[in-house]
C-alpha cells in the first residue's frame, strides 16, 4: 500500500449500510455493502432435503443432508438436533427449546460456520499402533531460536509456542559454558539459554496440545563430565514421564504405546568412552613407581565414576543418531538389527534422491530419517518439504519461528490426524519391496480426480479497516489454488477477480487429476489485485487431500504466520470422482 494511499485512508469513514471512500479530499465514493446471499447450490440443496416447498428443515432432514451430501454416515439424530440448537442461539439467541428447525438463512450460516462445518475433520483417527518410523512427525530444528540463525535471541518461547501449535520434535544445540550446559546456535552471535529452562519448559509444555510423545533431539558439543550432567537434568526434570528401553531397539514403538512420554535422541558418547578404556589398557602394560601407582589409582576412580556418568547418558537415548561410518549410499543399504536415525541436510537429501530414492524409502521403513534446512538459510527459511515425506523421511525439520509458503505447507500436513503432530505415512511408502513407492516414477495413473468449487468469501470487513487493502475502494479479491505433491500432481488454478466487493462470489470450479493422492495438500491463497502495485494479502490456508470431506465446507483463512482470522473464511465444496 504506497504512502498516499496511507494518508487517505486516515480520512475515510464507514456510514451504515455502506463505505465511505475520500480520493484526495475532493471526493466522496460509496460503495453499498452486499448482503451476503446463499449461492444457488446451497438452495437447490436445501429444497432437496427439505419437503417441497418447506422454507424450514427440520433435524431429521438434517442428518439426511449431512450423511447423503456431506457424506457424513455416522451423523445422528442428536447430531443434527445439536447443530440446529447451536445455530438458532447464535443467530437468534433463542432458548434450544423454543425451535427445533432450520430457515434458509440458518442453513446458509450453519454451512459458514467452520467450527460446525470445517473442511477437514478435528479428532484423531489414524492407527496410532504402528511403529515411530511409519509416521511422518512435527518437527522443528533449532527450536530455541527466535528469530534468524546467526543473531537472535535463544530463549524457551519458541519451544513453547512449538508444542502449542503441535510440533513433537524439538532440537536443541548444547554447549559448555565451565561447568554450566547452555543452549545456543554454535559459533554465532546467538545469546544462550540454559539447558535446564528449556527441559522444564518442555515438561510443562509437552502434552498441552497432543497426547502423544515427544521427542527431543540434542545436537552435543559437551565434554563427557556436562554430558553427566545433562543426565542428571534429564532424569530429574521429567522423571517418569521419561522414556527410554532397557536395550536397544530393534523397532521402534508405537505412538499409543508412548502417550505423555519424552524421549531423547541423540548420538551415543561409545567413542569417547572407547578411546579411555584403550589408553587405560596401554597405561597397565607400562611399567610404574609408587607415586604413579598412587596417581593412577585416584585417575582410575575418577575415570569409573566419569565412565558411569557417561553410560548413565548413554542409557537415556533412546532413538540413536549418528553419522554413517561409510558413505551415505552405503548406510542407507545397511542391514542392521538395530534401529536408528540418519540426518541429511535439504541439498544431501535431494542428491540422493536422484540416484538412490528407492533406497532412501526401504531406509524409512524400519529407520528414521531426519532432513534439516541447509546452513546458508541465515534467515531461518524453509525449503519445500514435499521431498522429504515423498521419500517416508518422518523428521522433516523446519525453522518454526518465521513465516512462507513452504511452512504453511509444513501447516497444512499437520492438520491431519486432528493436528496431533503424528500422521501416518500412506501404504505407499511402508509396503513390501517388490511394491515399493518410486519416487522418481513419471508416468503414473490417475488414481482420483478432486473437483473444488469456490463459491464464495467473506469476514474480511470485520477482520480489517475498510481501506486496508484499498483507500479508494472496496478490494478487488481473486482466488488461488494449488495442488502440492508429487511433480506429476503439481498444478495450480486462479479464479476471476471480482472487483469492488467485500463479500466475493466467484462460483467457479476446477478439476485435478491426482496419481498419488496420499501425498498431495490443497493450498489456497486469497489475494487483493492492484493495478499499481504488488497485489495485497488476503489469507491463506493448507489442507491435507486425504483428509478433505466432501460436500459444502467453511474454509478458514490464516495470516502469513499461520495464525487463524476471526472471521475470514470461503465457502467452498470438494467433490472425489
Known amino acids: 500500500m504506497g504512502k498516499e494511499k496511507e494518508r487517505e485512508k486516515k480520512s475515510s469513514s464507514l456510514e451504515s449500510g455502506s463505505y465511505n471512500y475520500k480520493m484526495f479530499s475532493f471526493f466522496n465514493r460509496k460503495f453499498k455493502i ?55 442461539n ?5 432458548t434450544k427449546f423454543a425451535r427445533h428447525t432450520l430457515n434458509i438463512e440458518d442453513f446458509f450460516y450453519f454451512l459458514l460456520s467452520d467450527d460446525l462445518n470445517g473442511p477437514i475433520r478435528t479428532q484423531v483417527h489414524h492407527d496410532m499402533s504402528a511403529p515411530l518410523s511409519h509416521y511422518f512427525i512435527y518437527t522443528g530444528h533449532n527450536s530455541y531460536l527466535t528469530g534468524n540463525q546467526l543473531s537472535s535471541d535463544c530463549s524457551e518461547v519458541p519451544i513453547i509456542k512449538a508444542l ?21 546456535h554454535g559459533r554465532t552471535l546467538t545469546t544462550p539459554v540454559s539447558f535446564i529452562q528449556c527441559l522444564t519448559s518442555i515438561k510443562e509444555y509437552a502434552f498441552v496440545s497432543s497426547p502423544y ?23 530429574q526434570t521429567f522423571e517418569t514421564m521419561l522414556y527410554y528401553p532397557e536395550s536397544d ?14 524421549m531423547i535422541s541423540t548420538k551415543p558418547p561409545k567413542e569417547y568412552l572407547e578411546v579411555r578404556s584403550k589408553d587405560a589398557s596401554e597405561d597397565e602394560s607400562s611399567p610404574k613407581d609408587d607415586s604413579d601407582v598412587s596417581e593412577s589409582d585416584q585417575e582410575d576412580e575418577d575415570f569409573k565414576s566419569l565412565q558411569a556418568g557417561v553410560s548413565g547418558y548413554k542409557r537415556l537415548i533412546t532413538i540413536h543418531a549418528g553419522k554413517p561410518k561409510g558413505s551415505l549410499k552405503t548406510a542407507l543399504k545397511e542391514v542392521t538389527d538395530q534401529v536408528r536415525r540418519l540426518s541429511l541436510s535439504e541439498h544431501q537429501l535431494e542428491k540422493l534422491a536422484g540416484s538412490h530414492g528407492l ?4 531406509f524409512t521403513q524400519r529407520n528414521i530419517l531426519r532432513v534439516y534446512p541447509k546452513g546458508t538459510r541465515f534467515t531461518s527459511s524453509n525449503y ?41 505415512k500412506p501404504d505407499i511408502l511402508t509396503r513390501s519391496a517388490d511394491e515399493l513407492f518410486d519416487p522418481k516414477a513419471t508416468f503414473l495413473p490417475v488414481q482420483k480426480t478432486l473437483k473444488v468449487k469456490i463459491y464464495m468469501g467473506d469476514g474480511w470487513r470485520l477482520d480489517f479497516k475498510h481501506t486496508h487493502f484499498d483507500a479508494y475502494s472496496p478490494p478487488d479479491f481473486y482466488t488461488k489454488i494449488y495442488i502440492v505433491g508429487v511433480p506429476a500432481d503439481e498444478a495450480k488454478k486462479k479464479t476471476k477477480i471480482i472487483e469492488d466487493d467485500w463479500c466475493p462470489v466467484w462460483d467457479e470450479e476446477f478439476s485435478f487429476p491426482l496419481t498419488v493422492p496420499e501425498l498431495a495438500l490443497l493450498r489456497i491463497e486469497v489475494r487483493e489485485y492492484d493495478i499499481s502495485e504488488k497485489d495485497d494479502f ?40
Open 384 to 424: 519445500k518439504p514435499t521431498i522429504g515425506w515423498m521419500h517416508g523421511a518422518q523428521m522433516v525439520a523446519f525453522n518454526m519461528q518465521g513465516y512462507g509458503k513452504s511452512l504453511w505447507l509444513m501447516h497444512g500436513m499437520f492438520r491431519a490426524n486432528g493436528g496431533c503432530g503424528y500422521v501416518i
Open 249 to 262: 531397539l530393534t523397532e521402534f514403538p508405537s505412538p499409543e504405546s508412548l502417550k505423555y512420554r519424552i
Open 213 to 235: 510423545p515427544v521427542i527431543i533431539t540434542l545436537e552435543d558439543h559437551l565434554t563427557p563430565e556436562l554430558q553427566a550432567k545433562a543426565a542428571d537434568m534429564i532424569t
Open 164 to 184: 502449542q501449535n503441535g510440533v513433537r520434535v524439538i532440537e536443541l544445540d548444547l554447549w559448555p559454558s565451565k561447568d554450566e550446559i547452555l543452549v545456543l
Open 538 to 577: 488476503g489469507g491463506q490456508t493448507c489442507l491435507p487431500v486425504p483428509e478433505l470431506r466432501t460436500g459444502f465446507r467453511s474454509v478458514p483463512l490464516h495470516d502469513k504466520k499461520g495464525v487463524k482470522h476471526k472471521n475470514v473464511r470461503l465457502l467452498m465444496r470438494f467433490e472425489f470422482v
Open 34 to 88: 452486499n448482503e451476503v446471499e446463499p449461492p444457488s447450490d446451497v438452495n437447490k440443496a436445501f429444497s432437496l432435503f427439505t419437503d417441497d416447498g418447506s422454507t424450514h428443515m427440520t433435524a431429521e432432514q438434517l442428518r439426511r443432508f449431512m450423511s447423503v451430501h456431506q457424506c457424513e454416515v455416522s451423523t445422528r439424530l442428536e447430531d443434527a438436533q445439536n447443530i440446529i440448537e447451536q445455530v438458532v
Open 359 to 362: 533406497d532412501i524409502v526401504r
Open 90 to 94: 447464535r443467530r437468534h439467541h433463542i
